[in-house]
């Protein structure tokens, strides 16, 4: 296949556009233009996205922008799509899925593509409207920045803009677009789509594509054919495995892990009942969905392999040799333990050689954790603190029987020994946010919205974009979750 470079990029609200996806043939996806969405208005914007894509900062203000984003103009030199994929919900095989109401525009010179993620029907829709509503619009836009924030992969989000067009779900709720970029949006499912089909043509010009586009590298591993497809595989498994590391270490629960979820560049996707962990309780589950708690916490590093699994089958026609696949997924299982240990060590300081119960060090503080069900960010937050000012009380203070973190603190502070306290401290503080996007803090940013005050969340977005600070005038975003969190339920409806 030839994704020819000389084609004419054209430029339209002050971007040069072009879409390399389209390229791939229709085979990959349908042509598809946004529906318009009557009189939208600005919800909420991030200025650090749009200061990397390079746009001036009267966007903002600018009527063209806002119907562009909202699917009341077209934008020209785009090619709007929406691409089809398959997957597994829920450990069945779902089927055809596809683009339902997310539709692809096209890249910007900055290497990211962007989707209006609610802008209409698409072939993909299947039964449902091509729609988003704005609690889970703000939801998703919130957290995109807030996970860019603490330095974990994900899409990003531009801004979301509503209209007060009626939108059905339990209730009538107002319609929102997400405008959502990353370098690329392929996801497992893109490749379980083609597999299952048996189209090793198309499955081979996808993965070709991806190689080209994003792993270079696995090129190196060409002869025979099929390494190049392990060597993909691989670095897809290394990703994932970084990934989910970096969840468990910040206590994120991504409540629908279905391989159509799961990004082939390791990104988080499909920011849908996620949650940040309030009290520690490894067994959590944030879906209300989720019955069996098949996307509980605790399960989410086990999940991310089985869908790993997958992605490895649907890759088997171009790799050939299931013993190469098998080996490709290896380094998940070595991988994933070793950046987790490295994470939590981090969150504890302990950045210099590592010593021989620092792992016992971790599993002991967790199970503490849990056992009293501690609030996580807090714990870790306060740890940090109280490294620095040699006064544990504030941490102390967070246990009910306090003897078991007695013991534990003895045997912490003689691991960190003689070194400075102060270092140690600035250290933990650059690894153990102040602020995660709790439900109750993002419910509140909604309950705003809805009444078109987006003050707070504009707040928000603030302290999440810049988590490790102190922001001093927002201490409230960083308190104990309300006694009403615990009655938040977050479905898979949004
Ligand atoms: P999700 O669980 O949100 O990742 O969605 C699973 C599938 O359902 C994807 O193919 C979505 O595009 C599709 N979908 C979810 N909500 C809608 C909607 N309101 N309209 C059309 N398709 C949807
Ligand atoms: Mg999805």
Not at 117 to 127: E, V
Not at 172 to 191: D, I, K, M, N, Q
Not at 363 to 370: C, M, V
């Amino acid at each position: 296949m030839n994704l020819s470079t000389d084609r004419h990029d054209k430029t339209d609200l002050g971007l040069t556009w072009r879409n390399t996806f389209a390229e791939l043939g229709d085979d990959f996806y349908t042509r598809v233009s946004p529906q318009p969405l009557p009189d939208p208005y600005w919800v909420a914007h991030s200025t650090s996205l749009a200061r990397e894509l390079g746009l001036t900062p009267s966007w903002q203000q600018s009527d063209e922008w806002l119907q562009a984003l909202s699917g009341n103009r077209a934008v020209a030199g785009t090619e709007p799509l929406a691409s089809v994929y398959s997957g597994h919900q829920f450990g069945v095989w779902a089927g055809q899925l596809g683009d339902g109401r997310a539709i692809l525009l096209g890249q910007t010179a900055s290497g990211l593509e962007l989707q209006l993620k609610g802008a209409g029907l698409t072939p993909y829709s299947r039964m449902a409207d091509g729609r988003a509503v704005l609690r889970s619009s703000v939801r998703e836009f919130l957290c995109s920045e807030a996970m860019h924030g603490l330095q974990i992969p994900t899409t990003r989000a531009l801004c979301v803009t509503g209209s007060d067009a009626p939108v059905y779900r339990e209730t009538a709720e107002t319609a929102a677009v997400l405008t959502r970029l990353a370098p690329s949006f392929v996801r497992f499912g893109h490749f379980e789509h083609f597999s299952a089909r048996a189209q090793v043509e198309q499955l081979r010009a996808l993965a070709d594509y991806v190689i080209d586009q994003h792993y270079p590298q696995c090129r190196g591993a060409e002869s025979p054919g099929g390494k190049a497809y392990a060597a993909l595989l691989q670095a897809v498994s290394e990703r994932t495995a970084k990934l989910l590391a970096q969840w468990q270490a910040i206590g994120f629960c991504h409540g629908v892990m279905n391989t159509d979820n799961m990004s082939i560049l390791g990104l988080t996707i499909d920011y849908g009942p996620f949650q940040f962990l309030d009290a520690y309780q490894p067994g959590h589950i944030c879906n209300h969905s989720d019955t069996q708690g098949r996307y509980a916490f605790n399960r989410q590093p086990n999940v991310a392999y089985w869908n790993l699994f997958c992605l490895a089958q649907a890759l088997l026609p171009l790799i050939e040799e299931q013993s190469l696949a098998m080996a490709a997924l290896e380094p998940f299982k070595t991988m994933f333990p070793q950046e987790l240990e490295r994470q939590m060590r981090a969150k504890l300081g302990l950045t210099d050689s590592t010593a021989p119960n620092d792992r016992l060090l971790i599993e002991d503080i967790l199970s503490l954790l849990a056992r009293s069900g501690i609030d996580y960010t807090i714990f870790w937050r306060r740890l940090s603190h109280s490294v620095g000012s040699g006064d544990v009380t504030p941490v102390r203070d967070l246990f009910l029987e306090p003897a078991g973190f007695d013991g534990w603190w003895l045997r912490y502070a003689q691991r960190i020994g003689a070194q400075s306290r102060q270092q140690l401290s600035q250290a933990m503080l650059r690894a153990n946010p102040k602020f995660v996007l709790r439900n109750h803090l993002a419910e509140l940013a909604i309950q705003g919205a809805k009444r078109q005050d987006f003050a707070a969340l504009a707040s928000l977005l603030e302290v999440l974009q810049a988590p490790f600070d102190e922001h001093p005038e927002f201490e409230h975003y960083a308190d104990f979750p309300p006694d009403w969190a615990h009655s938040i339920e977050i479905s898979c409806s949004s």
